[in-house]
């Protein structure tokens, strides 16, 4: 007896494939996919357009961008060489990762056998690899003085919070208290009469790097602004072990925003760790955070900031989700700012 063909709908797709919809509509716009229609012109994913999809997604997190998707699946595979390589790095990086953490463990059965108990601090160390930050401080105004730890950094960070939240002084707390951090405001565009476009033209290196950026980024749906290119030249000038940056998403589109998210998950060479302010989906869209990426939350009650899990059901996730708007929502709220009412 024959197999019946399973088609689904684009969000049981979604979820088999362990992406959004949103991502599958843009897979669909880059003329990657193209689901079947019923007869009533839903869309309908049927095996063959799984197939092709899963592809999608398997190159996806290899780092390559859609123009470079769409040129493997069409037969050319010479961006394929780059995107292996950056895999076995990193996964390189996780066997030397993975081998300190052995040899950690070892140290601590030795000592337990000689009859030392390991703290808990050695324990939560087992936890993460052995290059993880552990930053600590106590909070400033609108808390009250209560301390606010991170055990591990990661590669992504996202800071988020409604207005008036504290996310920001949050931010810049991190940015003070991180060795090598730096803490990139709205102020983008220039900052002591130094723009972005000066920057650029009296650095050759940093030229070609924003250059090769913003190439990437054109394959990827991005609209080229002076928003986008003050970003990248913030982002890939700064020298700096960590870079936190206020409100990622100003002044770039959905598209845009889409392409800048994937453009940092694939990273480059050096790429410091980021601390990420935002309140859009398209920057942080919560079924796609990866391993190496953590979102702290920022309540409005001035509860103290905690790390949030990107589940449904986990402690603080309905309150991250009310934060997030889409693009549209985040243009209109742009400028607005929460005021501490005055008591007379």
């Known amino acids: 007896m024959r197999s019946q063909l399973v088609y689904l709908k684009p969000t049981d797709a979604a979820r088999q494939l362990g992406v959004s919809s949103k991502a599958l509509r843009l897979y669909e716009a880059r003329g990657l996919v193209t689901p079947g229609r019923t007869a009533a012109g839903w869309r309908s994913y049927g095996p063959d357009d799984m197939a092709r999809a899963a592809e999608i997604v398997a190159l996806r997190a290899f780092g390559l961008s859609l123009a470079e998707i769409g040129r493997v699946l069409a037969g050319?595979?010479?961006d394929l060489a780059p995107a292996l390589a950056r895999h076995q790095q990193g996964l390189e990086t996780r066997i030397r990762e993975m081998a300190c953490a052995v040899d950690r463990v070892r140290g601590l059965r030795?000592?337990?056998?000689?009859?030392?108990v390991p703290t808990s601090d050695d324990l939560a160390r087992l936890m993460g690899p052995g290059t993880a930050a552990s930053v600590a401080f106590d909070l400033p105004w609108p808390w009250?003085?209560?301390?606010?730890?991170?055990?591990?950094?990661?590669?992504?960070t996202y800071i988020v919070g409604p207005l008036g939240s504290g996310k920001t002084r949050l931010a810049r707390m991190l940015a003070e208290t991180?060795?090598?951090?730096?803490?990139?405001d709205l102020d983008r565009l220039g900052r002591d009469g130094a723009t972005a476009e000066a920057r650029l033209e009296a650095d050759g290196i940093l030229q070609?790097?924003?250059a090769a950026a913003l190439d990437w980024l054109d394959g990827d749906g991005a609209t080229r602004s002076p928003a986008l290119t003050a970003l990248l030249v913030a982002l890939a000038g700064s020298n700096a072990s960590t870079v936190v940056v206020d409100m990622v998403e100003q002044g770039l589109d959905q598209a845009t925003q889409e392409a800048v998210i994937a453009y940092l998950r694939r990273g480059w060479p050096d790429m410091p760790a980021l601390f990420l302010m935002t309140r859009s989906s398209a920057i942080l869209d919560l079924a796609a955070v990866g391993?190496?990426?953590?979102?702290i939350l920022c309540p409005a009650n001035h509860s103290p900031p905690s790390l949030v899990a990107p589940y449904p059901g986990s402690p603080g996730y309905e309150a991250l989700a009310s934060c997030l708007a889409t693009p549209e929502v985040r243009a209109r709220t742009v400028g607005v700012v929460a005021l501490r009412p005055v008591r007379g």
């Open 76 to 78: 050319n595979a010479h």
């Open 208 to 210: 070609n790097q924003v």
């Open 144 to 156: 009250g003085g209560e301390r606010f730890e991170l055990r591990e950094q990661r590669r992504i």
């Open 110 to 116: 030795s000592a337990l056998n000689a009859g030392k």
């Open 291 to 295: 391993p190496d990426e953590a979102i």
């Open 178 to 184: 991180i060795d090598g951090a730096v803490f990139v």
